[in-house]
Structure formats: C-alpha cells, structure tokens
C-alpha cells in the first residue's frame, strides 16, 4: 500500500514534502467576528508540528499582516461588503501562495473566510494553469453582485474566479483562469436561487449531500475526480469550508447547515485527494472560534488539523 503511494505521490508533491502555511486572519468576506481568530487557534492546538510529525517540512513564518492594505473607506459596491478590502487582501494571498507554489512547497492556507479562495486558486492557477479545483463545502460560493443576497464575498468568490458577473475596477487583478469543467463540488446542501442558476448554466459538477447518501463517498470522490481530473494528471487545488461537514462535527462555523458530511466522510476525501498525488493546495476556511462554547471550537479546530492531516497523508502511511 505504501508503494502504491510512493509511485502515484510523486507526480505533483513536493519531494521532499515541504508545506508552506499561510495564516490569513481576515473576516471581511462575511459579517461575524471571530473568523480571523480560526488560523492561530489552528496553529496552537498544534497543526504544525502534526505535519512534522508525519513527514513534512513545515515553514510557518507567523500569519499574514493585512491591517495596512485594509480600506479605511471601503463603502458598498452595488451591495458588496468590505469589498476594496477584499479585494487588496485575496491580491496578497495569491502573490504568497503563487510564490510558495514556484519554490516548490505545498501552499497550506489557513482562514479567515472563504473569499480568501479567490487568492489562493489564483496563486495556484499562476502556477499551474490546468489546475482543478475541488470545493468541498454546505454552499455554493459562486454567487456575483447581482445575485447574491447578503452581499458577503465570502458566497462569491469562484464567480470571480470563472469571470461571471459584472466585472469591477477594483477586481481587476483577478485573471479568471478558472474553467467550469475544472471545478467540482462536493457536499452541497444550501445553495441559492440564482447560484443553482448559474451551475446550470455553466454545466458545473456538483455532489451534493443527496449525491453523498446515495451512492456514498468513496463513489462520489471517484465521481468527483473522473469528471475534474480524468486520467489523474492534473494538479489538484482543494478548498475545504469546514461546514461542508455536519454541525455536530464542526459546530464553530459562520454558517452553519445541518444534515452535512461525518467527519469520516469528511477525512476520506481528503485522504483520496492526497492519494492521487495531485494534490498542490490546500485551504482550511471559516473557523470561527468566537461562536460557540469554548469546548464546541476546541473541538471544530481539532477537527480542522484532522483534516489537514489527512489531506496530506496521515491516515495512508
Ligand atoms: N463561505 C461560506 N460560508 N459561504 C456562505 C454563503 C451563504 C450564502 N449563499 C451567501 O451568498 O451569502
Ligand atoms: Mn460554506
Ligand atoms: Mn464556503
């Protein structure tokens, strides 16, 4: 079993496996506070030292500072929030995570909230352009300004990334490399009007929690990956919203949804993404530990490095 491991590994892991972890204390893609506390309770309760322990070099040069390219100004654009903040911070993220990509490292983001993605997908693209993305997640994220309600970033980041929408000045950084065949959801449960709209439209794959109960998860990441990722060839950018799992499994989440992933469900995803070998990403998002008891984020943030870890291959050792 290792050596099957081994030989698949090496295709797109860094060798020796070297992980660059980028801590990114934001929260302006989404209203609550707290969020930008879920990358040092990450780092506290231990992450980095898990994945020494199970073969990799880590560098962690402490979080990312964001507060001097923070608007002082940021008024709404039509109803985005926060969204010259935003914008200035993903443009960061994708330059951190683009570099540590070229050293050949693997990019370990740690959020904040989810419009981080649109940084991080786009360092990897820079990268790798044929990359694919798996989004494991309870949404959709792929609302634009027109059809998103709430106006938070953090539910639009992949229209951004697939140039749909209205196109702003203030994104303008943003190349949409992005393709709908190269990206595949996995977990969906709560996804808007207009965003099931646009899945349509654009014939992107989606495994939503329906998908997961009847045919279960080792078939749906199979599935999954056929349809991203045929012959196992392309590079692998995964995006994990920890309320892709249940709410019992990580209760300490913006946005909950019930009825989601087992946290063995859970891990065995991560684990078949690290299987392939492909794997040259990785963001861990919307921890937010000021929003339940002290014990339900504990728990939520072990959760989050159990991820982590298998994602880069503990449980296949
Ligand atoms: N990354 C997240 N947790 N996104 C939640 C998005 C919720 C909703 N669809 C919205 O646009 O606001
Ligand atoms: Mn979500
Ligand atoms: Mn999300």
């Not at 998002?285 to 490095?305: M, Q, R």
Request: with cysteine; glycine share 10%; net charge negative.
């Amino acid at each position: 079993m290792s050596s099957r491991v081994a030989s698949s590994s090496s295709r797109f892991l860094p060798n020796p496996k070297s992980v660059a972890i980028v801590g990114c204390p934001f929260r302006g893609g989404q209203t609550k506070s707290g969020v930008e506390k879920g990358p040092m309770h990450l780092i506290e309760s231990g992450l980095p030292q898990q994945l020494a322990k199970i073969g990799w070099k880590v560098q962690f040069d402490g979080e990312l500072q964001f507060e001097h390219i923070l608007a002082e100004d940021d008024p709404p654009i039509g109803n985005l929030k926060n969204p010259r903040s935003v914008s200035r911070v993903s443009e960061l993220v994708a330059k951190v995570v683009g570099e540590h990509a070229k050293n050949g490292q693997l990019p370990l983001t740690l959020g904040g909230d989810h419009s981080l993605a649109m940084g991080t997908i786009s360092g990897t693209l820079e990268k790798y352009p044929d990359a694919c993305v798996v989004w494991v997640d309870a949404h959709a994220d792929i609302n634009t300004a027109e059809t998103s309600d709430s106006g938070n970033i953090h539910g639009m980041p992949l229209s951004f990334l697939l140039g749909i929408g209205t196109k702003l000045k203030e994104f303008s950084w943003i190349k949409p490399l992005l393709t709908p065949q190269r990206l595949v959801y996995i977990g969906l449960r709560d996804v808007d009007a207009g965003e099931r709209r646009i899945l349509r439209e654009h014939g992107i794959k989606a495994f939503s929690m329906h998908d997961v109960d009847k045919h279960g998860i080792g078939r749906v990441v199979e599935m999954a990956l056929d349809h991203v990722n045929p012959g196992r060839t392309l590079p692998i950018h995964m995006s994990f919203d920890v309320d892709g799992l249940d709410p019992s499994v990580t209760p300490s989440t913006g946005t909950p949804v019930h009825g989601g992933l087992t946290l063995r469900e859970g891990r065995y995803i991560c684990e078949a993404i690290y299987e392939t070998g492909c794997l040259v990403a990785l963001d861990i998002v919307e921890i937010n530990p000021s929003l339940v008891d002290e014990e339900a984020a504990k728990k939520t943030v072990a959760v989050g490095c159990s991820l982590v870890r298998s994602a880069l291959g503990e449980s296949l050792l």
